[in-house]
């Protein structure tokens, strides 16, 4: 019989709502794994060089269902990421919405091993 053992805290990662992204910003990554939320899928980001996310130096991120980057991800030819894709996001800005938030803009490439 083999034992099985995990943390809650070893499968976190912050996320990185619309709020946490500037216009500049970019981060390169692996991402290591996906998961649904009430808001949609989101993707679990391990970091090449940590970031800054609230205070705290973070190695792995989430990224939430922000439109903006799955936008960047259907644009890209994609519907999602999967577990082993390299990632660069950059943040280009904003752009103002009827919906009263402004949408998060990206830059995304994605090197998806064969």
């Given at each position: 019989m083999t034992m099985h053992k995990g943390?809650?805290?070893?499968a976190q990662a912050?996320?990185?709502?619309?709020?946490?992204?500037?216009k500049g910003l970019r981060l390169e990554g692996v991402c290591s794994r996906t998961f649904e939320t009430q808001n949609g899928t989101c993707f679990e980001i391990t970091l090449r060089n940590p970031t800054k996310v609230n205070g705290a130096l973070e190695k792995k991120v989430s990224i939430?269902?922000?439109k903006g980057f799955h936008m960047a991800l259907?644009?890209?030819?994609?519907?999602t990421l999967e577990v082993g894709d390299?990632?660069?996001?950059?943040?280009?800005?904003?752009?103002?919405?009827s919906k009263g938030n402004p949408r998060v803009d990206f830059n995304l490439a994605v090197d998806r091993p064969d």
């Amino acid at each position: 019989m083999t034992m099985h053992k995990g943390k809650t805290s070893d499968a976190q990662a912050p996320m990185m709502g619309a709020k946490t992204w500037k216009k500049g910003l970019r981060l390169e990554g692996v991402c290591s794994r996906t998961f649904e939320t009430q808001n949609g899928t989101c993707f679990e980001i391990t970091l090449r060089n940590p970031t800054k996310v609230n205070g705290a130096l973070e190695k792995k991120v989430s990224i939430g269902a922000l439109k903006g980057f799955h936008m960047a991800l259907n644009a890209a030819g994609l519907e999602t990421l999967e577990v082993g894709d390299k990632v660069i996001i950059e943040c280009t800005g904003t752009t103002e919405t009827s919906k009263g938030n402004p949408r998060v803009d990206f830059n995304l490439a994605v090197d998806r091993p064969d």
